[in-house]
């Protein structure tokens, strides 16, 4: 019999879905090990977000209130204490940016395994095999773990747990260390370009490293207006400081889902994907008739798009 701790994720106030979510994964895997699946819900409005995450599934739920916001230190120290405490096999976080901040820290500092990004989990009573995917999703591989383990999961992979619980919530007193404490957030800040919000965009025009050079850029930007569109892009085009933040699609982006997305030198990696694949129509747009994108298009033209985006413009324009 094994327990299950996992981690509830937040921010600026909100909880994030992926809470939802590593209830499901959790329960599963406490099923599996014929243990209690535990909650630590750290930082903010601790009660608000205990009592929110109450659903049916969770066994315990453990506050530990300390600060506003997500802090590295806070939670590793919490964690560990919690892990000491509770004597869990897995300590479940989601793989999200804190997710990803703090499980290694936690692995490294409990002398445990790590499996980042996992899709699925199946433990069979004595070993818990976990799976992630590789090569940007092009193949899945599982890793086969024997004893206590932190795991992170990717979000919208488990479905949200529903239905009220009646888990005990119980204030869990951390002795957080504050000398151990490096940092504090001090405040938020809009990255630039906040006009506009591409989740709410009925037609997006994306675009992707294969438009090669910023100056490109005008061609796809003539093709939204002539479509009546609003541009966004996959993650390099915004790593390259082409366009900002808030127009990137995609896992560490923003989710989309718009009537229309048309995809233009994408590849359709698996981060991208799961920034778009909600949307109603796909419309394809690349050299390579094997690109993952093709998988989920609607509509595929195999060109090359600086030959193909003139041609639709002049065809929208005229
Ligand atoms: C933790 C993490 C988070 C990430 N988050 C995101 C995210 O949120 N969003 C995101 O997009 N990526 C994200 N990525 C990056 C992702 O893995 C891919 O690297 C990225 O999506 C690739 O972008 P791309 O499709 O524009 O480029 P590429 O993969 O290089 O694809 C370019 C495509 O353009 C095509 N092409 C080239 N020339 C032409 C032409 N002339 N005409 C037509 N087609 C052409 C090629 O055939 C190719 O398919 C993340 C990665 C990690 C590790």
Same mark, same amino acid.
């Given at each position: 019999?094994? %327990? ?12 994030? %879905? ?13 099923? $599996? ?17 205990? $009592?929110?995450?109450?659903? &049916? ?26 892990? &000491? ?34 899709? %699925?989990?199946?433990?069979?009573? $004595? ?47 951390? &002795?957080?260390?504050? %000398? ?34 910023? $100056?490109?850029? #005008? ?60 949307? #109603? ?38």
């Amino acid at each position: 019999m094994s %327990d299950v701790l996992a981690v509830a994720d937040h921010r600026r106030g909100e909880l994030r %879905d992926v809470s939802y979510e590593i209830i499901t994964a959790g329960r599963q895997l406490a099923d $599996e090990t014929g243990g209690d699946l535990h909650l630590a819900v750290i930082s903010g409005t601790v009660d608000d977000f205990a $009592e929110k995450l109450n659903r &049916d599934g969770v066994d315990a739920i453990h506050t530990v209130s300390h600060g506003e916001e997500f802090n590295h230190d806070v939670y590793t120290q919490a964690i560990a204490q919690l892990y &000491d405490d509770l004597a869990p096999q897995y300590v479940l976080t989601p793989n999200s940016v804190n997710g990803l901040d703090y499980a290694p820290a936690i692995a490294n500092q409990l002398d445990l395994p790590i499996v980042t990004d996992t899709i %699925d989990l199946d433990n069979d009573g $004595e070993t818990l095999v976990a799976t992630r995917e590789m090569y940007g999703g092009k193949v899945e591989t599982t890793n086969e773990l024997s004893g206590d383990a932190v795991v992170t999961i990717r979000g919208a992979e488990w479905p949200a747990a529903e239905g009220t619980g009646d888990a005990a919530i119980e204030a869990f007193e951390a &002795d957080i260390d504050e %000398d151990a404490v490096g940092s504090t957030v001090n405040g938020f800040e809009e990255v630039g370009g906040g006009d506009v919000d591409i989740s709410e965009a009925d037609v997006l025009v994306s675009i992707g490293r294969g438009i090669e050079e910023e $100056e490109n850029l #005008d061609l796809i930007r003539d093709l939204a207006d002539a479509l009546g569109a609003t541009l966004s892009s996959s993650r390099p085009i915004v790593d390259n400081g082409w366009l900002p933040k808030n127009r990137q699609v995609g896992q560490s982006g923003k989710v989309v889902t718009p009537d229309v997305y048309i995809a233009i030198g994408i590849s359709g990696a698996v981060q991208h994907v799961a920034g778009m694949k909600g949307s #109603d129509t796909i419309v394809a747009i690349n050299t390579d008739p094997n690109a993952p994108i093709m998988d989920i298009a609607d509509y595929a033209i195999v060109d090359d798009l600086f030959d193909v985006v003139p041609e639709l413009i002049d065809e929208f324009d005229g």
